[in-house]
């Protein structure tokens, strides 16, 4: 069974901070990997992509991605309350083209 | 606007009454799929289809049917339901297992 973890929080950080999710996969042959952003009863919305082993940054959001490790993460730079949310780390499925996701991490930004 | 639909957003039926779960896209893309989400297991994927008359199993397809007759449109049959599939269900659809576009959610209860 192909798995995806994330720690389910929650994640409490003030307002400002760094906040850091961080991600497992259990297939090395997995190739893309996503972060996704679902606020309380809402759905899930992509706010990063991964492809290759480094660092992607957009905005206030960097993702990582260390293949040898298996391991994914996501910073929230200057974490603001309106980032307080579940965040879905997704996998793809590799040989597959299933997309496996974790059971998400609760984050929560305090003023 | 392009936008993932589904019908009906709230459902409370009873055990063995076959229903209809509808899913539409307007953004031409090949790729649909279906998932559950339940507390503390996450997302998880129900069926998926790369194409028109092409389905796949994802993770957790016992009790469920779908089918792909039309690009735009991926509907999910519950053909005899039982209450272990009260859940919030989700379509999405994308140009492959790249950005998944979520629809706004079916909750379902089968008492």
């Known amino acids: 069974q192909k798995e ?3 720690n389910s929080g929650p994640l409490s950080v003030p307002e400002g901070a760094i906040a850091s999710l961080n991600c497992t996969y259990s297939d090395r042959v997995s190739q893309s990997f996503f972060w996704y952003r679902q606020y309380s009863g809402k759905s899930p919305e992509l706010i990063m992509s991964i492809y290759s082993n480094g660092d992607k940054e957009d905005g206030r959001f960097t993702a990582q991605l260390n293949k040898a490790s298996q391991y994914v993460s996501l ?4 974490s603001q309350p309106s980032d307080s949310a579940t965040y879905l780390c997704a996998v793809d499925g590799g040989a597959t083209n299933k997309l496996i996701f974790g059971t998400g991490t609760l984050l929560a930004v305090q003023p | 606007e392009a936008q993932v639909t589904q019908n009906p957003r709230y459902l409370i039926t009873v055990t063995g009454k076959k229903l209809t779960v509808t899913c539409s896209q307007n953004m031409n893309h090949e790729y649909m799929s279906w998932y559950r989400q339940d507390p503390g297991l996450g997302l998880r994927q129900i ?4 194409n028109v008359e092409v389905t796949d199993k994802g993770d957790v397809p016992e009790g469920y049917k779908v089918s792909r007759k039309e690009k735009r449109n991926f509907p999910l049959i ?3 339901p039982s209450p272990n599939q009260t859940s919030l269900y989700f379509c999405a659809s994308g140009s492959g297992t790249d950005t998944q576009y979520f629809g706004p959610g079916t909750r379902l209860t089968v008492l």
């Open chain 1, 4 to 6: 995806v973890e994330q």
């Open chain 1, 75 to 78: 910073l929230i730079r200057d």
């Open chain 2, 47 to 50: 069926y998926y289809s790369m």
């Open chain 2, 78 to 80: 519950l053909e005899s």
